[in-house]
């Protein structure tokens, strides 16, 4: 399971959200794709301030709830990977 860190913890100068997503498992899974590429990726918690709704994947949060954030220099290489899944249909249409 993806590690869930405070936003505060995240260094902006250094690392970027590369992907908002409102479905914790779906987040986890991009992570782990990315991780297994070689990119130091992680799941941080945004805002949970919105309201929350149940789907057939699990708890799901409005307003982007999660974000994926990558090293700065691993950005444009996590991108492409994100797109081709998208591409592929494997991220649903929440993304």
Known sequence: MAEIIEPMKV??????????????????MIVEILQNEG??????????????YLTDGGLAYKNGAFGIVVPSDE?????????????????????
């Open 11 to 28: 260094n902006m100068d250094e690392e970027k959200v590369i992907l908002e997503i409102d479905i914790r498992p779906l987040g986890e």
């Open 39 to 52: 990119i130091e990726a992680r799941l941080v918690a945004q805002n949970f301030l919105g309201s929350a």
């Open 75 to 95: 950005e444009s290489r996590a991108r492409e990977i994100i797109e081709q899944l998208k591409e592929a249909g494997e991220l649903g249409e929440d993304s």
